[in-house]
């Protein structure tokens, strides 16, 4: 089993700048893909981004393009969304999550950490 530990969250004004670790223990995460997720007050949870853990290429949704970046550690088990430019909209609880290699779905993830945006 893997348990994902994410902190890094919290309030900041709007064009501010949060970093989010996501800290796994329990296995090595070096071959697993590894996500991060939103989910905002009465919506659905939403993917936000992700990294392959052979070639560390990065996914993200439109939404965060440009905005946010992924980037792991696998020495230290952990994976990383840094998030600048925030907006008002970027407000969630935010989750990491792994994907076990041939997993169609992510299998593990974390408690999430509150990121409140402020205007």
């Known amino acids: 089993q893997v348990q994902l530990v994410e902190s890094g969250g919290g309030l900041v004004q709007a064009g501010g700048s949060l970093r989010l670790s996501c800290a796994a223990s329990g296995r090595t995460i070096s071959t697993y893909t590894m996500g991060w997720f939103r989910q905002a007050p009465q919506k659905e949870r939403e993917f936000v981004g992700a990294?392959?853990?052979?070639?560390?290429?990065?996914y993200y949704a439109d939404s965060v393009k440009g905005r946010f970046t992924i980037s792991r550690d696998n020495a230290k088990n952990t994976v990383y969304l840094q998030m600048n430019s925030l907006k008002f909209e970027d407000t969630a609880v935010y989750y990491c999550?792994?994907?076990?290699?041939?997993?169609?779905?992510?299998?593990?993830w974390g408690q999430g950490t509150q990121v409140t945006v402020s205007f």
């Open positions: 990294i392959t853990w052979a070639d560390y290429r990065t």
């Open positions: 999550a792994s994907k076990t290699p041939g997993s169609v779905s992510y299998d593990y």
